[in-house]
């Protein structure tokens, strides 16, 4: 399913093919939580270059419910994307937003934390939401322990995940689907090693890095990176979960890493924040009150084209909607436009100069 066209330094540009399309790596995958991308049209997500979406299995499952997105014709026609779509496996939802949830072999029992229903969610049961949903690309039930962790809680948990990933290989998805293993193993090598080569026993079309961006320094999780990824297999899509600013982005580029996903384009947006090419700028400070500037000088989407600085402040400030998907969209195009330029310049053998211009403008924090 996967293709690799080219390299720049450890960099790489490929393609993974699905059944419902292409998708040209590096890739950034916006966050449609419970099936929608907060405040956008899925008419912007076409604009801005969206090549596939996230879906959340946990929230998914709660509300409305998989069997009900099932008989809606699976979340592609229940939500009119028709591009490809990534689950969760829930797992990670299940540790950091539900209530009592008790870890066994079998899997996770845990409280929703709308109703308060108990719920058991197991390996097997996370497959059979994910083909109920029937995402493009299905994530396996994996134990995500937060860092820092002592060795014997990592090493614990990755052969736990193992266990796990074995369970959900003997669940038969839709043809169409395709499930990727999860490397766990926090910031030791050796235990990502360990993870690794039994996921690879098992054979997935692609290999995720999970347990990431939980609570270590940013250093630490280049590093690994750095000295990780170049040993998972070439031949298959890299994925790493959850990660992040756009410079860590950019860092798992450099590191070799295809796909990536990150809710802070978007919740940050919410908060008023902008992603700009000389820094984040909070559209709050008193400064913008009368900037008749675009948001991002730098940037030619349709939000930087059209409105002022003081504008979109005055919409935060009175709380107008229009305001957070103005953000959200400029966000999203930024990162789009990031990972696409990143591609090219990884084509044209150049990415390090790419990264180097980028971070130099990008870490300048024009605005603070
Ligand atoms: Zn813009």
């Known amino acids: 399913m996967f293709t690799l066209e080219a390299t720049s ?3 790489r540009a490929g393609t993974i093919k699905t059944a419902h399309g292409e998708i040209k790596t590096p890739i950034f995958m916006p966050v449609g ?3 929608s991308v907060k405040g956008l049209w899925q008419e912007d997500l076409d ?3 969206a090549q ?3 879906g959340n299995t946990y929230h998914l499952f709660l509300r409305p419910g998989h069997e009900l997105i099932e008989r809606m014709g699976g979340l592609h026609k229940f939500m009119t994307w028709n591009k490809p779509i990534l689950t969760d496996s829930g797992g990670y939802q299940v540790f950091s937003l539900a209530d009592l949830n008790k870890l066994t072999e079998e899997g996770v029992t845990f409280q929703s934390h709308i109703d ?5 969610l197991t390996p097997e049961k996370s497959m059979e939401i994910q083909r109920a949903l029937g995402s493009d690309i299905v994530m396996a039930f994996d134990e995500c322990p937060k860092l820092p962790s002592t060795r014997e809680v990592l090493q614990r948990s990755l052969q736990l995940t193992y266990r796990w990933a074995k ?3 003997t669940v038969e998805l839709k043809p169409h689907q395709h499930l990727f293993g999860i490397v766990q193993g926090g910031l030791e090598l050796d235990l990502r090693r360990e993870s690794l080569q039994g996921l690879k026993e098992l054979d997935f079309p692609g290999y995720a890095l999970g347990g990431l961006s939980v609570g270590e320094k940013n250093e630490e999780m280049v590093e690994l990176c750095k000295a990780f990824v170049p040993e998972m297999p070439a031949d298959k899509p890299r994925y790493l ?3 992040g600013k756009p410079i860590d982005v950019l860092n798992g580029i450099k590191a070799g890493l295809d796909m990536f996903d990150c809710v802070l384009p978007t919740r940050n947006a919410r908060n008023g924040q902008f992603l700009t090419h000389a820094g984040p700028l909070n559209i709050k400070k008193a400064r913008f009150v009368e900037d008749p500037l675009p948001p991002d000088p730098q940037c030619d989407c349709r939000v930087c084209r059209r409105y002022s600085r003081s504008y979109i402040r005055h919409l935060f400030n009175v709380g107008e909607y229009l305001a957070g998907q103005l953000i959200t969209f400029h966000n999203l195009y930024f990162y789009m436009q990031m990972v696409k330029n990143a591609r090219t310049a990884i084509i ?4 390090d100069d790419y990264y180097q211009t980028f971070y130099n403008h990008y870490t300048s924090n024009q605005w603070e």
Do not use: D, P, S, Y
């Open 9 to 11: 330094g450890q960099a």
């Open 33 to 35: 939580t419970r099936a």
């Open 47 to 49: 604009e801005l270059g």
């Open 52 to 54: 596939i979406i996230l």
């Open 116 to 120: 308060g229903t108990k719920h058991l």
């Open 167 to 169: 369970r959900c290989k």
């Open 241 to 243: 979960m959850g990660v």
């Open 348 to 351: 044209a053998g150049n990415f």
